[in-house]
């Protein structure tokens, strides 16, 4: 099989990220971090900590020890939002680029007293960044954007939303799933910043593992309270970093091997990741433009490894369906969970056929895909 899914999860890991689960799971070493002052409560707790540190180093956050280990970037997001915005009638803008796991929170927060406003796009398709600056408010508290569209891999300007939420003392929260990992990011430069991403797609980790990094200091409340492995006696959770959201027992195989997959990125360099997953990109984007029957969506936008399209009016589930049983590719159809998207690009019905470049990928691959979709292509206008 052909895998182009990987804005969905990345399918091929590298060795370390199995080795490093493999030994956290059967060497018998690893005990209850926290919970005890025994070697293996200890040798688990120092495997958390490298993993944090490994992530810090690759994404050049200023403290390893502001860098929480959660479930997926569905948990980050909504630990974070709902840390800070549980009954709150602040005011938060966001975007139409959004998936759900940011929308749904703030939804959600709507109901308890949060005022929301969604900034949509301009007339080239790029977002509307004139509309942030008369978007705020006397009591606008934070700007809650992706790094990278889901759906067309179109990048955010990060630098300017974080110029303009540190002139007005707003809080940046970015949720990073595409590009962490894909990417090179330097967190250090954004400030008063959360990053929220999960551990399965770029960072070549495995399911079950997301990430909380804060760059600065925030009043986080506890959204679940239960075991912490110290201050027992207390009747509150800890608020403070990582602890307000990390409850009880940690993961610890699944972050060793998250550690592994982010070795393996430092190694092999972030740099050099980048340019092969663009290379492809560019080189696919190039071959889907010499078939009219293609439309792609954000072709020539700053992007990740993400290409968006659709063939005349087929339906986006029927062209996948075809790219899988016929060629035994792997893209993902349908509406990818970013309903607003969809919308201000008139997909609803026919949603989008989405490739999406791993490390691992080839360019022998990328052209085995060009063959597929012009076949697919002449089949529908014959």
Do not use: W
């Not at 990094?213 to 201050?231: E, K, L, M, N, T």
């Not at 990125?265 to 080189?283: F, K, M, P």
């Not at 659709?310 to 993902?332: K, M, P, V």
């Amino acid at each position: 099989m052909i895998y182009f899914d990987n804005a969905a999860t990345t399918l091929i890991k590298p060795k370390q990220t199995t080795n490093l689960v493999l030994e956290g799971l059967s060497s018998g070493l690893y005990g209850n971090p926290g919970r005890g002052s025994h070697k293996s409560a200890l040798r688990s707790l120092e495997e958390l900590y490298k993993t944090r540190e490994a992530i810090a180093q690759l994404c050049n956050a200023s403290d390893a020890s502001h860098i929480a280990l959660t479930q997926n970037a569905s948990a980050s997001l909504n630990l974070v939002l709902r840390s800070l915005f549980e009954g709150s009638s602040a005011h938060v803008i966001t975007t139409v680029l959004e998936h759900n796991s940011v929308l749904r929170p703030l939804y959600a927060l709507e109901k308890t007293g949060l005022n929301l406003t969604i900034i949509g796009l301009d007339g080239n398709g790029d977002l509307d960044y004139k509309r942030f600056d008369t978007a705020i408010q006397a009591d606008t508290k934070a700007i809650v954007v992706t790094a990278a569209s889901n759906v067309t891999g179109q990048k955010t300007n990060l630098k300017y939303l974080s110029s303009l939420a540190q002139r007005h003392k707003l809080v940046l929260i970015v949720d990073a799933s595409q590009i962490a990992g894909t990417s090179p990011i330097d967190i250090s430069a954004f400030g008063n910043s959360i990053f929220c991403f999960t551990g399965h797609k770029g960072l070549l980790g495995p399911m079950g593992t997301g990430v909380i990094v804060a760059h600065g200091d925030f009043p986080f409340q506890p959204v679940f309270s239960g075991g912490s492995g110290f201050h027992s006696f207390d009747t509150e959770h800890p608020r403070t970093m990582p602890d307000v959201f990390e409850v009880g027992t940690m993961n610890v195989p699944s972050f060793m091997g998250l550690r592994g997959g982010v070795e393996f990125l430092l190694r092999v360099g972030l740099t050099s990741v980048s340019s092969h997953i663009a290379d492809l990109r560019n080189y696919f984007i190039q071959g889907i433009k010499q078939i009219p029957q293609v439309k792609i969506y954000a072709s020539d936008l700053d992007g990740t490894g993400i290409v968006a399209l659709n063939i005349l009016d087929i339906s986006s589930g029927e062209i996948s369906f075809e790219l899988d049983e016929r060629y035994d590719i792997a893209t993902r159809p349908g509406a990818h969970c970013a309903p607003l998207m969809h919308k201000a690009l008139h997909t609803e019905t026919q949603g989008i056929v989405r490739f999406s470049f791993s490390y691992f990928n080839t360019m022998a691959e990328v052209e085995q895909a060009l063959h597929a979709i012009s076949d697919i292509a002449k089949k529908y206008t014959r």
